[in-house]
């Protein structure tokens, strides 16, 4: 079946870390989004890319970084920049072209050790 | 800027009640419209969706009616069951610019008893 798979579900960090989430997806679509759920809130959006080797910044992009080599996958690496990463973080992916809603994998659940 | 704003939860209910979610929103521009429902420690699933003034999205008994007058797309479903019990997101998108992105509404806790 085709989707987005997410992972680890359960991630733990230490002060100073850096971690990196991954997300992968095999419906072959060309844009790509990271979100921040947080309890209560709507979802925020990190960054976005709508293509290979290109991405944007979000709402909330500081202390984040992202990378687009292929087409299938887009990591977030959560920094140490990041001061409060505790979070529920989505990853969204949708065709690139037509009016086609975004598809979410699982999500990551990162806390803070 | 552009914005979502959905009615406070938690909402309660009994089985088949009728249920109604509100949700506004500002943009500018021609948004496309969306509900997401989210089930306890699972990511976001779409629900329903509508493109363009007066369309309506409607699955698995719920609806939604795209209002440009009113800028509204409220849920409604009109008898729920205790399986619906989920939050529930409203979101706008602009698909042919800004990358696609959607903006979300806070979410809607609703809770379905027996």
């Known amino acids: 079946d085709g989707g987005i798979t997410q992972s680890p579900k359960y991630l733990f960090r230490k002060e100073g870390q850096n971690v990196t989430l991954s997300c992968e997806q095999n419906?072959?679509?060309?844009?790509m989004y990271w979100y921040r759920q947080d309890p209560g809130q709507g979802l925020r959006l990190i960054y976005y890319s709508q293509i290979v080797n290109d991405f944007q910044k979000g709402d909330i992009a500081e202390g984040y970084s992202v990378s687009r080599e292929k087409k299938e996958s887009f990591p977030l690496t959560v920094t140490s920049a990041q001061k409060n990463p505790t979070a529920f973080y989505l990853c969204?992916?949708?065709?690139?072209?037509?009016?086609?809603?975004?598809?979410f994998g699982d999500g990551t659940r990162l806390s803070i050790l | 800027g552009d914005s979502v704003t959905q009615m406070e939860g938690p909402v309660t209910l009994s089985e088949e009640a009728f249920l109604t979610i509100n949700c506004t929103y500002t943009?500018?521009?021609?948004?496309?419209l969306f509900w997401y429902v989210q089930y306890p420690g699972e990511g976001l699933q779409l629900l329903l969706k509508?493109?363009?003034?007066?369309d309506k999205g409607s699955n698995k008994g719920f609806e939604a009616t795209y209002r440009k007058e009113t800028t509204s797309f409220h849920l409604e479903k009109g008898s729920v069951q205790v399986s619906d019990s989920a939050v529930y997101f409203c979101a706008l998108g602009m698909i042919y610019n800004q990358g696609g992105k959607l903006i979300f509404g806070q979410g809607t806790e609703l809770s379905v008893k027996p």
């Open positions: 419906l072959n679509h060309d844009a």
């Open positions: 969204a992916s949708r065709p690139g072209v037509g009016n086609q809603p975004q598809h």
């Open positions: 509508a493109t363009k003034a007066d």
């Open positions: 943009a500018t521009g021609y948004p496309s």
